[in-house]
């Protein structure tokens, strides 16, 4: 399984963890505290768990005469003659996760390690302990839910700050600078451009010369 295969199986291991809680992504809990809380162990130490507990199952194979069997010399061959697929891009092969596995959990000499089936499983499962829930785990979901909605209320005031703002704003006319403005000399009504000034004088010159008596016309 590739890396991105890995994240996705966490991403729903979290999210089941997070409805079996009773919390969500808004509330802003951190993976970690989340399964502090819960005393459930990491699912990327769970999944190299089981790499180095089948790794050190097959280097113990060997025969009645103490010789490897088959399976344990395919894991260990080289194939000078194999190649990777061209566009297959970089990808790690099972040794390079074996060998970053044994390089997390701190494990020295994993060749006498693993002859002891005892030992070797004590020594993988000492990441993936399942611990006793947290004692006032409803205490601090409620103030981890407490302040998000605190938070989401302070976000929601902002918002509708800022929208009340930009609409009087947007609605209060530009003041005279003695250049030519988007106002109707009219009327007074206020355009977006002078574009809009003009489009809206043909109809409004009309409406005023029709009110305009006809003696004020006369000599």
Same mark, same amino acid.
């Given at each position: ?8 199986? !966490?991403? =729903? ?19 970690? %505290? ?9 699912? /990327?130490?769970?999944?190299?768990? !089981?790499? &180095?507990?089948? +790794? ?10 103490? @010789?490897? %069997? &088959? &399976? @344990?010399?395919?894991? +260990?061959? *080289? +194939? ?23 390089? =997390? +959990? ?7 390690? #693993?002859?002891? =089936?005892?030992?070797? $499983?004590?020594?993988?499962?000492? *990441? ?15 103030? *981890? ?9 302070? /976000? ?6 800022? !929208?009340? #703002?930009? #609409?009087? #704003? ?21 355009? =977006?451009?002078? $574009?809009?000034?003009?489009?809206? $004088? $043909?109809?409004?010159? @009309? ?10 016309? &006369?000599?």
């Amino acid at each position: 399984m590739n890396e991105k295969g890995e994240d996705q199986k !966490n991403g =729903k291991t979290m999210a089941c963890l997070r409805a079996l809680v009773g919390v969500t992504l808004g509330d802003r809990i951190s993976n970690e %505290k989340l399964l502090e809380l819960s005393g459930q162990p990491n699912l /990327e130490n769970i999944m190299r768990r !089981n790499r &180095l507990r089948w +790794f050190g199952h097959v280097n113990r194979m060997e025969d009645v005469e103490k @010789k490897p %069997k &088959l &399976l @344990k010399k395919v894991m +260990f061959s *080289y +194939f000078p003659d194999a190649r990777r697929p061209q566009n297959a891009g970089v990808r790690k092969r099972w040794e390079d996760k074996i060998a970053d596995d044994i390089a =997390k +959990f701190g494990i020295k000499n994993w060749r006498r390690e #693993t002859m002891d =089936k005892d030992k070797w $499983r004590q020594i993988i499962n000492k *990441y993936v302990q399942i611990k006793p829930v947290h004692s006032n785990i409803q205490k601090l979901v409620h103030e *981890y839910k407490e302040l998000a909605n605190r938070r989401r209320a302070e /976000e929601l005031a902002r918002s509708s700050q800022d !929208n009340t #703002t930009s #609409t009087v #704003t947007s609605q209060t006319p530009p003041m005279s600078t003695g250049v030519v403005t988007n106002i109707c000399p009219n009327c007074g009504q206020v355009c =977006k451009n002078q $574009r809009g000034v003009k489009i809206h $004088r $043909r109809t409004c010159d @009309k409406k005023v010369v029709k009110q305009t008596p006809m003696s004020q016309g &006369l000599v």
